[in-house]
């Protein structure tokens, strides 16, 4: 838990020092943003924090959301996730490298870390000749619990 609350204060001075570097106002509304963000694990899509922001200001509006996300992105704070022509964004900031299963059925995405998979592709990588210098995999199917529902609905 100390770990997060610190990540939490270095998100917000991050936050902070990029606002000022691009000459970018603090407003009440970025910050309601912000918090709601940083209080998530999800990866949301700007619907999503749209939903939670207005539940305690219901005066943001669906721009704001996404323009305030976009700053969070340059800022290295979140990540933009395109998954199937939705754009969702997570948290970026001391984050480890992870991947994402996708459930194409309800939409849910499990993070997962894999040594061996992050040591087959350098592997491969040098064989060919190649320099990676980052990747995303994105593995879609169908969770656990789509999976009962399909095997279900086939009964």
């Given amino acids: 838990m100390a770990a997060e609350v610190k990540d939490a204060r270095e998100e917000r001075e991050v936050w902070s020092?990029?606002?000022?570097?691009?000459?970018?106002?603090?407003?009440e509304q970025r910050e309601a943003i912000l918090e709601?963000?940083?209080?998530?694990?999800?990866h949301l899509s700007v619907e999503d924090l749209l939903q939670l922001v207005q539940k305690r200001r219901p005066d943001v509006?669906?721009?704001?959301?996404?323009?305030?996300?976009?700053?969070?992105?340059?800022?290295?704070?979140?990540r933009e996730l395109h998954l199937d022509g939705e754009t969702r964004f997570e948290r970026d900031w001391n984050r480890e490298h992870h991947d994402h299963f996708i459930c194409r059925a309800c939409g849910d995405i499990f993070e997962f870390k894999s040594d061996e998979i992050e040591k087959l592709q350098e592997e491969i990588a040098e064989?060919?000749?190649?320099?990676?210098?980052?990747h995303r995999h994105h593995i879609y199917g169908l969770c656990r619990r789509c999976q009962a529902k399909a095997a279900a609905s086939r009964r």
Avoid at 36 to 42: A, H, I, M, W, Y
């Fill in 17 to 27: 020092a990029y606002l000022v570097q691009h000459g970018l106002k603090r407003s």
């Fill in 36 to 42: 709601v963000f940083l209080r998530t694990e999800n």
């Fill in 61 to 78: 509006g669906r721009t704001t959301v996404y323009r305030t996300l976009k700053l969070l992105s340059a800022a290295g704070l979140a």
């Fill in 127 to 134: 064989r060919i000749g190649f320099a990676i210098d980052g």
